[in-house]
């Protein structure tokens, strides 16, 4: 199962977990599309990784492995080249 975090680790704006919008990497450093497509590029700062659509869980799985409450946030990540 995956963590599915609360929050955009760049912008730090909060994410549902039932989002669309939401781009991963294989670790699960977790973006809202527009900082993954528009500071990011497509690429995760952390580990270099592809970032993709996160899975959206159904509501029977969120009753039962309820999403994370740990944000992670990095503020330098606005300062990314672009």
């Known amino acids: 199962m995956l963590e ?4 955009c680790e760049c912008c730090d704006r909060d994410l549902a977990p039932t989002s669309v919008d939401v781009l991963i990497c294989t670790y699960e450093c977790t973006w ?3 900082c993954a497509e528009t500071v990011l590029r497509g690429v995760c700062p952390n580990c270099g990784g592809e970032l993709v659509r996160r899975p959206v869980p159904s509501a ?10 740990t ?4 503020p330098d990540c606005l300062a990314a080249p672009a």
């Open 4 to 7: 599915i975090r609360p929050s």
């Open 60 to 69: 029977s799985r969120l009753d039962n492995d309820p999403p994370s409450t």
């Open 71 to 74: 944000r992670v946030f990095n």
């Open 32 to 34: 809202c599309r527009d």
